[in-house]
C-alpha cells in the first residue's frame, strides 16, 4: 500500500511552453501533497504545499505565477510550469501524506524529469 | 526553524562491513519525528528508518539501526553487513509532531554512500 505515482516521468519541452505535471496517492487520501524540486547530487528542495480545495503555500523565493499548483482532489496534485525556461529544466518530485492524525509518513513518487531546450 | 546537517557529503564502505552516517539537528520542539530515507540511482526516495523523539528506544529495522542522542540532537544511521544495493544517497530527515499531515519534512544534504565489493 502507500503508492505515489508522478506523470510523466520524463519529458522534454521547449522553452516558452507549459508542462503539467500530475501526482496521484493511487491507495489512500492526502490531505496534503508537497512538490520538492532536486538538482543533481543535491538535496530535495521544498517549493509548496498543497492541501485539497485550497491554495497552495508556496515557500519563499518559489514563484507562484510560474509554478502553478493545484490540489483538485484528495488523490491528485498537480504542478504546471508556466513558461519554462532551461533554468527550470530540474527533476521535480512528489510525496503525500495520509489523511488523518497519527500519520506521519510521506509517500514519494517516483519523480519527472523535465528538461527545457 | 528546523535545520539538518549531514557532515558525510561521500562515504564508502567494504561489502559485508558496517558503516555509520552522521546527522545532527537544530530544533526547539520536544516532539518530532526522524527519518532516514534512501535514494538510489533511480531517484525513487525510499524510507529506511524512523524514530519519534518521544521513544528512548533506538529504532532498527533488520541491518539498519540508528543511535538517537535527543539531548545532542544527534540521528546516526548505521548499516551492517552492507550489501551492494545499499549504494545510494542517503538524507536524514526531520519532522515536526505538532502539525499533522501538513507538517513538512526538512531534509540534510545527503551523504552518497558507496559500497565496494
Known amino acids: 500500500g502507500a503508492v505515489v505515482s508522478q506523470h510523466p516521468s520524463w519529458v522534454i519541452c521547449k522553452s516558452g511552453t507549459s508542462v503539467k505535471i500530475e501526482c496521484r496517492s493511487l491507495d489512500f487520501q492526502a490531505t496534503t501533497m508537497f512538490w520538492y524540486r532536486q538538482f543533481p547530487k543535491q538535496s530535495l528542495m521544498l517549493m509548496a504545499t498543497s492541501n485539497e480545495g485550497s491554495k497552495a503555500t508556496y515557500e519563499q523565493g518559489v514563484e507562484k505565477d510560474k509554478f502553478l499548483i493545484n490540489h483538485a482532489s484528495l488523490t491528485l496534485s498537480t504542478l504546471t510550469v508556466t513558461s519554462a525556461h532551461p533554468e527550470d529544466s530540474s527533476f521535480y518530485i512528489c510525496?503525500?501524506?495520509?489523511?488523518?492524525?497519527?500519520?506521519?509518513?510521506?509517500?514519494f513518487g517516483p519523480g519527472t524529469r523535465l528538461t527545457v531546450t | 526553524a528546523q535545520t539538518v546537517t549531514q557532515s558525510q557529503p561521500e562515504m564508502s564502505v567494504q561489502e559485508a562491513e558496517t558503516v555509520t552516517l552522521s546527522c545532527t539537528y537544530d530544533?526547539?520542539?520536544?516532539?518530532?519525528?526522524l527519518f532516514w530515507y534512501k535514494q538510489p540511482p533511480s531517484r525513487q526516495m525510499i524510507l529506511v528508518i524512523r524514530q519519534e523523539a518521544y521513544k528512548q528506544q533506538n529504532a532498527t529495522e533488520n541491518r539498519f539501526s540508528v543511535n538517537f542522542q535527543k539531548a545532542a540532537k544527534s540521528f546516526s544511521l548505521k548499516i551492517s553487513d552492507s550489501q551492494l544495493g545499499d549504494a545510494a544517497m542517503y538524507f536524514c530527515a526531520y519532522r515536526s509532531a505538532g502539525e499533522g499531515s501538513g507538517s513538512r519534512l526538512t531534509f540534510g544534504e545527503g551523504t552518497q554512500l558507496t559500497v565496494n565489493p
Open positions: 510525496s503525500a501524506s495520509p489523511l488523518g492524525r497519527g500519520i506521519y509518513e510521506q509517500y
Open positions: 530544533t526547539s520542539e520536544s516532539d518530532y519525528y
